[in-house]
């Protein structure tokens, strides 16, 4: 037998041997190795473990000054009004005729474009419309200035046309002949504007481009003034405003209520915290995913809203304060009622890096918004309902 011949034998009689070994060879010392020593993949939820939990809304408030909407109307305990200033700084020429008394105001209308609507239909939704007359800039002009607001109580406004998208009503052409005079005096400074406000009966809100917003005459509130040149021709003028507010008034939340509620406008906010005591300290976090229910019958909101909701870590509980050095989470729909979101590094920070504070969750893009998300909260009787968070973790 040859050398070669001699290795090919040994082999396969090696080969041979191994498969006849009845021993698991990934078994063998497993019995002598605690079981603390194993890697495992563990889950745990704030409903199964019983997590102490707690939730609260609370009224922020928000600079609306800059807003793309202007909202009018009412819902419940929630209400917004507009304040309008137009541009009445003719030109020359006009400011001429105007000092003769050579122009004759056929008719005075305010018309725009509506934005959407919200809560209801454009029939729900009423208002009145009334002079101002004290001095007021969209600059910090907020709800607590509105009980000093001065302005008339005779309705300027009549013959309302009404469709699904746009608005029209008669104005007061005595009132705008007085404006076009102050003007022609060099005193357009002194026309403070008009005041609408929803009428008491009014169950919904509608909105309309704000200056803010890039938009054409006809999307903002616009004044259309006829006038005929006396002898001679007929012209209109368009005016935009040059300041436009809404102010939107509602009440604290409930602090006994189940809801932890996100509303725009009115900038109702909520904070969330769950204790962890029952996750190890060593865990690393493989994924954490936040549930909450949605209860329909006390939202409020338009399908252009249903993904803008955030979450933020909280450094101070206490004062609402939030942590930049993490990034924001989205709040998202996921199926029927049911909205979620991804908490991975949160829930890993609070293990071994931060305080835990909890979190909280607001409206984004506040300003142009009425909309109002009711998720049953942590006080809700129904523990299946509560917010449920679910954690996939490694630990040995």
């Keep these: 037998m040859g050398l070669r011949d001699f290795f090919r034998v040994f082999i396969l009689l090696i080969f041979i041997g191994l498969l006849g070994c009845e021993d698991d060879p990934a078994s063998i010392g497993k019995d002598l190795l605690p079981d603390d020593d194993f890697i495992q993949i563990k889950e745990i939820n704030s409903l199964d473990s019983n997590f102490v939990q707690s939730s609260k809304s609370f009224l922020d408030s928000t600079y609306l000054g800059s807003a793309q909407r202007l909202f009018i109307g009412k819902k419940g305990n929630t209400e917004s009004s507009i304040l309008l200033r137009f541009n009445i700084d003719l030109p020359d020429t006009i400011k001429a005729q105007v000092a003769a008394d050579s122009i004759n105001i056929l008719s005075t209308r305010i018309y725009a474009k509506i934005d959407y609507l919200l809560g209801g239909t454009e029939s729900d ?8 007359s004290s001095i007021w800039t969209p600059l910090g002009f907020n709800k607590d200035s509105l009980p000093a607001l001065q302005y008339s109580a005779i309705d300027l ?36 504007g008009i005041y609408l406000k929803p009428t008491p009966a009014t169950d919904g809100f509608m909105s309309f481009a704000g200056l803010s917003n890039i938009a054409e005459i006809g999307e903002y509130l616009t004044l259309e003034v006829i006038y005929e040149k006396l002898n001679s021709y007929t012209d209109t003028l368009n005016l935009i405003p040059t300041a436009d507010l809404h102010v939107i008034v509602a009440d604290e939340p409930d602090p006994n209520s189940e809801h932890l509620v996100v509303q725009g406008g009115v900038s109702i ?40 909701m955030f979450i933020q870590l909280l450094s101070d509980s206490s004062s609402y304060k939030v942590r930049t050095d993490y990034s924001l989470v989205a709040l998202s729909k996921a199926t029927n009622n049911k909205y979620k979101a991804e908490l991975n590094r949160y829930v890993q920070a609070w293990m071994n890096l931060i305080d835990n504070q909890g979190m909280i969750f607001w409206m984004n893009g506040e300003q142009n918004s009425l909309s109002k998300f ?3 909260g942590s006080k809700a009787a129904d523990p299946t309902l509560r917010p449920k968070l679910t954690i996939t973790y490694t630990d040995k």
């Design 125 to 132: 939704i009423n208002f009145t419309v009334h002079e101002i």
């Design 157 to 192: 406004s009549s013959s309302f046309e009404k469709t699904d998208s746009s608005i029209s009503f008669v104005f007061d052409k005595g009132i705008v002949n007085n404006w076009l005079k102050l003007s022609s005096d060099s005193k357009a400074d002194d026309v403070e």
């Design 269 to 308: 906010k909520s904070t969330l915290i769950f204790n962890l005591d029952d996750l190890p300290k060593t865990a690393i976090i493989n994924r954490a995913i936040l549930e909450l229910t949605l209860d329909e019958n006390a939202s409020l909101y338009n399908d252009i809203d249903t993904t803008s």
């Design 374 to 376: 009711a998720f049953i």
